[in-house]
Structures are given as C-alpha cells and as structure tokens.
C-alpha cells in the first residue's frame, strides 16, 4: 500500500513539473522553444495526469472502497446450517483455499489453509500478489466477526476495509443469506492450522489501475439481502448452482464461455453446445466421471472431480439451466 501510495505521490510531483515546464517553453521568447517545448511539455503533462488519475482510481478501490459497516450478525450454527455449508465450500472455495501441494498449486484437499498465489500460478503476476487466504480458525478469519466474513463474501471488503481483489470478482456476492450464513458456520467448525506463507493481496501499481479501470471484471457489491430461488429442478434454481458450485465464476456470468483476456489468457468455452447435444443421463455421467461423450477426459483446468460431488437434485437443475436460453 505505502509504496502505491508514494508511486500516486510521485506521478502527481512529475505531473506538477511536466505543467510548468509547458508553461515556462510557452513564455520562452524563442518561437522554435515555444512550438516544441509546448508540444513535448504538454504531451508528458497529459501522460503523467492520465497516469495520476488512474492510479488514484487504483489506490481507492483497492484501499479506500468505501464499505459500508459490516452487519451485525451472529450465525448459530445449527447443524442443518453446517452441513449446507460444508457442500458449498467443498464444491467451491476448496478449489482456491485448499492446501498447498509440493508444486506449489492447491491440492484441492482440506485443510484450507490457503496460501496459493493465483496471480503469480496463473499468470498474472505483474498486478502483483493474490495469495488465498487460510479460512481455518488458525487464520485471520479467528478475528473476524460472523458479519466481517460476511460482508466479505457479498462485497469483497475485508475487515481491514480494503477489497480483496479476487474475492471481489467472484460470484459469491449473488449467494443468498441464508447460504452466506452457512458457510461461515462450517468455516467456524474447521480444525485451526496456522500458515507461513503471507496471505492476502499485495498488488502492483499497475495492477490497482487495471482493476480500477474494471478490466478484471465486475467488482461492485451485492445487495444487502438476498433469497435464493426455491430450491427444485429448474433452470432458475440451475443458474444458482451454477453460482455456488463456481462454474459462473470460470465460464462467465451467464456460462456462455469467457473469451481470452489478461486475466484469463486462454479463455474457457461455452459449455452450453455440448451440454445440450446430450441427455441428462449422459450430462450426469461426463460430470461425474470427468469423460466427455466423445471419450476425451477433461483437462486439469476444468475442476469436473469437484463439481462430481453436486446432488442428484442441483446436478438436473444445472444441465435445466445450460440447456434453456441463457
Ligand atoms: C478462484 C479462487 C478463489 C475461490 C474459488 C475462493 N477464493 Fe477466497 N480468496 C482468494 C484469493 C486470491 C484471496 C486473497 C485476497 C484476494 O485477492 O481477494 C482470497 C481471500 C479470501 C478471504 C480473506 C479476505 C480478507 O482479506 O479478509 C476469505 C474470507 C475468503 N477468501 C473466503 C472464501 C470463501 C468462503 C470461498 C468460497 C465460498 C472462497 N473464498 C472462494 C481466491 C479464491
Ligand atoms: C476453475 C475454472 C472452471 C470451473 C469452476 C468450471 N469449469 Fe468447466 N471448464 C473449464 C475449462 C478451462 C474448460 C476447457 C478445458 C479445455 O477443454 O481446454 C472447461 C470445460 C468445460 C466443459 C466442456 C466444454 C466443451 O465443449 O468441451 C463443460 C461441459 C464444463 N466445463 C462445464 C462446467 C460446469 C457445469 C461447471 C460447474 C459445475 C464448470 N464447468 C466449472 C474451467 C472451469
């Protein structure tokens, strides 16, 4: 943070010199000193303000957000409320948040101690860190209080009221309360285990602008309340499995495929071609043996072992949802 904010700092300094050096080539007596000393002074004064504007952008999202207070909640915990949050966080926080394997990737096991680098695996790396957080109580969510995760979770504002970058941009603003409450349930369930490598974001200069300017996606906040659609086989209740079960968060909001970006340099496809040419049975089968109709496993990239473990009820709801309109 404190070297972002010097490099603002800095950019607003050069943006200050570069103007007044235009206005001293302007009012130099020689013309030839006038035309290319205004052309060239003006021309660094215009780079180093866009600089300045847009990495005053960066500094505020992702220091200054502007959070609304945390509400205050307490989770019960109930164990209907434990169980629901451990089949959402097992289909989906497990692919980020699991342990960290020899290769440096998460494992996708428990415990969810966190500690892989997304930015740098994937990547990214030039906006910087993006290291999952441990989500056992040996973390830094101890401290938390219910309505901090929960604030978290439907706004990406942590307790420290910065935006955790990532989590921002994940579809977990769209879970219900309900749902939302129940994940912190079982997170507060889970064995403490503590975690050397530095958790949390560190972004670059150039990484608070480009997630200022919006180029990683959308990072606004969900509404203060929401109610999940009536759970049953309908493509309704099939696109909020899609939301908790991740598959919005890889293939697009609407699962109609992302193209190539910064983010995402090889783009992930729009499933709903293929889901549709086959029967629900045949869709149950390749989400839960991982092999496509035509014989091909899926690659590493598409999560199917996590997503195997979607009820009977959620998988039909999901193939409902990819086979309609979208
Ligand atoms: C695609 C990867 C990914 C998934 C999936 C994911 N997270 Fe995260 N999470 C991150 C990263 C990276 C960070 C570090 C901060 C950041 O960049 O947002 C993080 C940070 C967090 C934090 C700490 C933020 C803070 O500073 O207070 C919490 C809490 C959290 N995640 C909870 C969850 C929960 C609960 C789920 C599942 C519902 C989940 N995450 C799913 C990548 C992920
Ligand atoms: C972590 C990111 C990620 C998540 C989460 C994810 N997918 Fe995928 N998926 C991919 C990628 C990447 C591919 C393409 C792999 C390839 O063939 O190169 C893919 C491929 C697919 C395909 C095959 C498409 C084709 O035409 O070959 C289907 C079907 C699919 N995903 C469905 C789903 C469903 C349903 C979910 C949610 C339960 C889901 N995916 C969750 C990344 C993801």
């Given amino acids: 943070m404190t070297t972002n904010l010097f490099t603002s700092l800095l950019f607003i300094a050069l943006t200050a010199v570069a103007a007044w050096l235009t206005w001293k080539a302007i009012k130099a007596r020689k013309t030839w000193v006038k035309i290319v000393g205004g052309i060239v002074g003006g021309l660094f004064t ?12 960066g500094v505020r999202a992702a220091y200054f957000p502007g959070a609304d207070p945390a509400p205050d909640i307490t989770v019960t915990g109930t164990p209907e409320q434990i169980a629901r949050g451990e089949y959402i966080v097992n289909l989906s ?10 290769d440096g990737n998460p494992t996708g096991e428990h415990p969810l101690s966190g500690g892989w680098n997304i930015a740098q695996a994937e990547g990214f790396g030039f906006v910087g860190d993006m290291v999952a957080e441990n989500l056992t109580p040996g973390g830094k969510l101890a401290n938390y209080s ?21 989590m921002a941009l994940m579809p977990y603003r769209e879970l219900s309360d309900a749902d939302t409450e129940a994940i912190i349930a079982y997170l507060r ?6 975690q050397s490598a530095e958790t949390g974001d560190r972004l670059s200069y150039i990484g608070g602008v480009m997630f200022a300017l919006g180029m990683f996606g959308d990072a606004s906040p969900g509404p203060a309340s929401i109610t999940a659609p009536p759970e049953g086989v309908s493509a309704e209740y099939g696109k909020y499995v899609a939301t908790f079960a991740d598959c919005r968060g890889c293939h ?15 783009g992930t496809p729009n499933p709903r071609p293929l889901v549709s040419e086959l029967s629900q049975d045949e869709f149950f089968t390749m989400m839960r043996s991982g092999i496509k109709p035509d014989g091909q496993a899926f690659p590493e990239t598409m999560p199917w072992e996590i997503a195997a473990g979607l009820t009977d009820n959620d998988l039909a709801a999901l193939y409902t949802y990819l086979i309609a309109t979208p």
């Fill in 46 to 57: 215009l780079i180093f303000a866009t600089l300045t504007i847009t990495g005053g952008m």
């Fill in 189 to 194: 369930t889970l064995d403490p285990v503590t």
């Fill in 93 to 102: 926080c497990i692919g980020c948040h699991s342990a960290v394997g020899a």
């Fill in 252 to 266: 697009g909001p609407d699962v109609t495929g992302v193209a190539p970006s910064t983010a995402d340099p090889a």
């Fill in 146 to 166: 219910d309505g901090e995760i929960f604030r978290l979770l439907r706004t990406g504002i942590n307790q420290e009221g910065d935006l955790a970058a990532f």
